[in-house]
């Protein structure tokens, strides 16, 4: 059973970072996509970055294209969330997702494609 934990949530003033973290368990870590997703209150989900975890090939959206990194520590089974330069707006419940195929561009705006969740972690900015 693939198990995904999300932590490094918190309160941070625009202008500012947090460093996201997703351990996983329960699969060949190097054959799946992971993703972070996101939602704020009263929107839909949005993709953030996605991951290749056999190439470690990346996918960022534009929305934060510039500001926020995607990686893995294969020794560790961890995927990680850059985010620098927080704004507002990138306030939202983030989500860490997995699933068993090889991503690309077009998954994320498909978070129906992925068919592991974690519980998500709050990220909060203020103005």
């Known amino acids: 059973q693939v198990q995904l934990a999300e932590s490094g949530g918190g309160s941070v003033q625009a202008g500012g970072s947090l460093r996201l973290s997703c351990a996983a368990s329960?699969?060949?870590?190097?054959?799946?996509?992971l993703g972070w997703f996101r939602q704020a209150p009263g929107k839909g989900r949005e993709g953030v970055a996605v991951?290749?975890?056999?190439?470690?090939?990346?996918y960022i959206a534009d929305s934060v294209k510039g500001r926020f990194t995607v990686s893995q520590d294969n020794a560790k089974n961890t995927l990680y969330l850059q985010m620098n330069s927080l704004k507002p707006e990138d306030t939202a419940m983030y989500y860490c997702?997995?699933?068993?195929?090889?991503?690309?561009?077009?998954?994320?705006?498909?978070?129906?494609?992925?068919?592991?969740w974690g519980q998500g972690t709050q990220v909060t900015v203020s103005a």
């Open positions: 329960g699969y060949t870590y190097s054959a799946y996509c």
């Open positions: 997702a997995a699933d068993d195929s090889y991503c690309s561009t077009t998954y994320l705006a498909h978070p129906d494609d992925f068919d592991y």
């Open positions: 991951l290749n975890t056999g190439s470690g090939r990346t």
